[in-house]
């Protein structure tokens, strides 16, 4: 008994052993706050990306949106692989109006998307003959031939057209009036398949700027 006594006594009081047990749990503590550390940073990191996440859907499906033009049918003011941001606000909100650039699906083919501008609203008669695209505003009888100051001068409309913009429709040519498929080809635009609006011209760095927003002679 003495013996086991004696043993119990020493090992209890051999200060070797005190230290190796408390380097080990001084350890185990620091890996442990190390653990929860790592562990905090994840989740947090996590929530700013889901956050981040959530934003990038908000502006990509509901506000804006990067679109690629392609081909020629809006030169000179919008040239082939120019890249753009469309907003797609001021089109749900509003109505949409003449001399607006907007990005829309294609009524015959709604997987393509076109560029192009409006020219008629819901109530307007259009009326293309000669070279000239004229316009009879909603509500009123006098005919207006349209003066486009964002077209070169030696620019005519080409065709034989005459139509009224009925509701929820609009009436869209391209800027580059000899090569273009456009209203005058496959007729009226449904306002549904409006995209957005040509908002921003981000590349070529030399374009770079908002896309002005025109208003007709009348």
């Known amino acids: 008994m003495e013996e086991k006594n004696k043993i119990k006594d020493e090992s209890e009081a051999d200060p070797s052993r005190l230290g190796v047990d408390s380097e080990a749990e001084e350890k185990f503590t620091a890996g442990r706050q190390s653990l929860a550390k790592a562990a905090k940073f994840f989740v947090e990191f996590l929530e700013t990306a889901i956050v981040i996440g959530v934003i990038a859907f908000i502006i990509r499906f509901f506000l804006v949106q990067p679109f690629v033009v392609e081909g020629a049918s809006m030169e000179p003011n919008f040239h082939n692989n120019d890249y753009l941001l469309i907003e797609k606000i001021s089109e749900r909100i509003k109505s949409p109006k003449r001399g607006d650039v907007i990005v829309f699906r294609y009524p015959n083919n709604p997987k393509v998307n ?10 307007d008669t259009i009326t293309i003959k000669d070279g000239n695209l004229k316009i009879t505003p909603a509500g009123s009888n006098q005919e207006k031939t349209v003066t486009e100051a964002y077209l070169p001068k030696d620019i005519k409309t080409s065709g034989d057209t005459k139509i009224k913009v009925e509701n929820d429709q609009l009436f869209v040519l391209g800027d580059n009036r000899g090569n273009s498929s456009d209203s005058r080809e496959w007729g009226i635009l449904p306002k549904k398949n409006i995209i957005g609006r040509a908002w921003l011209i981000v590349l070529p760095a030399n374009d770079f700027g908002i896309v002005p927003r025109v208003k007709y002679n009348f």
Do not use: M, S, T
């Open 114 to 123: 076109y560029i192009k501008r409006i020219v008629g609203v819901p109530g």
